[in-house]
């Protein structure tokens, strides 16, 4: 008997794994997930785990992974047809077979699976064939080595109509070749067909259940278009339902691992290879509502990180509207944006995977990237300008349909309106870390530098920041000088990160003789208004140092650079040690982080002077 994938799962939907998996495994509960000691082999330290929200079970000690049905059978000992019908009862489903009609559309589809694996097996047969050397070369001047193209099952199709041949060999029709999209009919020609790739590496995309559906095919010629090209809409491949390598990396996920979303296939191969497994791609369409709901499913806040060049950004931008649509509790997305219009193949070449992790660990969150999208799309250096500012975060926010979340953002934009436009002197929130009363009063004790010239432009998170800034667009050969510090230093105001990223983007379109009257004939016009509002009291302090020789400011200039990422090194680690208080040893230790911090401040306020009260 077979059935349906409704059918499944709906008894899926009413039964949870842990309800099937507690009548013969002892389980515990850990997190939002279950343990429990492996059913398949003798062990004394649990290594069986159990995930309702993802319905399905996994054990680390031989691997095995699978969802109800397959409990039954591995470890019940029934057929799948008993697994599904004893499971159905206990839930109340009733089971149906298929009509006529049905079993045909199974039968061609169980086909057209077959010769998908005979022309994956065909593909990776050519890579290695000394007649397609100029296939191998590409994939080795792209890094992979032997174990990746194997892992990946990397393949080439070659020149001609070799597919086609190969699969009449085997005895397939052309009706089913066709139909898998291996193959198209010669419209000009009667009873001509001509294989679908041809000249492309191939990469195999598999569905949630490990089967090969389709491929992807990249040209090695430059030449030749398009430069992606998938398999076509097919009874088993919908590109839009579908993740490239998330069936590979799907067992071993948990809801604590950085999956990213990357554009391409070579992006995710290419990670791989330099040792950063958990990536996706969608198949050459922006993210959409289905693949972002199957990410959703195994991690609470995965990360969008497409290219660092416009169409990138863009596909960044389109997938923060589909997630807001369908936000729920828990459930958000975090964003890379790559600098130099980078792909993080290249930006790992060009900076190491440490570096690249640290973009990971600070991605940014779903309101940052709103906020951003909105501020590049409103003047905000008028009344009329604000107004549309805020009316355009409203049709953002018009887009959640969780009341709940919708209320919440909403707080938050008020909050970041007040603070970015209106309030000019603020303390920063204390319940970040800790609501009590007694960390609290600590914690307001640590911002005296908020007192000080560098912190009476309150609008600012870090004045430390604004301190940085303002030194390179008064001192500009602070950049020609500092350029790689520059553009590595971690900017947390948004707006002096804007600054920064389009100052770099300006020096360097002719980095090697920078023209300084140039650059400052630029800062003048775009950030005139902002540079002499908004900075003003970091400017004060720059202006002291005018009489300074260029090695002097240089030195002045990277010591607050310096302090800035110590205070911010404090805060991470202080934001660590909050969540890890257990005991009074933990306790001490967090508040041993709040005096350094203290001290660090004090330092701080001290070094670059109090602010005069008239």
Known sequence: MKFSTETLNEIKDKISV??????????????????GLSPFTKERTPSFTVNDEKQFYHCFSTNKHGDIFTFLVEVGGLSFPEAVEKLANEAGVQLRTFSPAEEEKINKSKKIYEVLEMSKSFFSSQIFDDNNSLALKYIRNRGLDNEI????????????????????SKGVSHEIMTLAGMTIKDENKKDNFYDRFRN???????????RVVGFGGRVINSNDQPKYLNSPETPVFHKGSLLYNFSKIRPNLKNNDNLIVVEGYMDVVSLASKGFQNAVAPLGTAITETQLNILWKEADSPII?????KAGKQASFRATEIALKLLKPNKTLRFINLPDNLDPDDYIKNYGLDSFNKFVNNASPLTSIIWDLCIQESNIDTPEGKAGFESLLRTKLNLISDKSIKKHYGLLFKDMIDQFFYIKKTERKISKFDNSEKYSRKYKNSFKIKNSILGSGGQLPSDLEALVISGILIFPELIKKHYEILESFNIENLRLGDIRDNVLAFVKKDYSELDIDLLK??????????????LRFANIFWKKKEGNNFDQISEIWLEILSDDQHIKSLNNDIEISKDEIKNEEDEKRFIDLIN?????????TEKYGEKKIN
């Open 200 to 210: 492309r590496i191939i990469f195999p995309i598999r569905d949630i259940r490990n």
């Open 18 to 35: 842990s309800q099937v998996v507690e009548k013969t495994v002892q389980l515990k509960k850990r997190g939002k997930e279950f343990v």
């Open 521 to 534: 004939e630029f800062v003048q016009k775009k950030y005139q208004t902002f540079f002499e509002k908004d």
């Open 149 to 168: 193209i194997n892992s990946y099952e990397i393949g080439y199709a070659p020149q001609g109509n070799k597919l086609e041949k190969f699969l009449l």
């Open 305 to 309: 990180c497409f290219d660092g060049d």
């Open 596 to 604: 350094s911090k203290d001290q660090a401040i004090k330092l701080i």
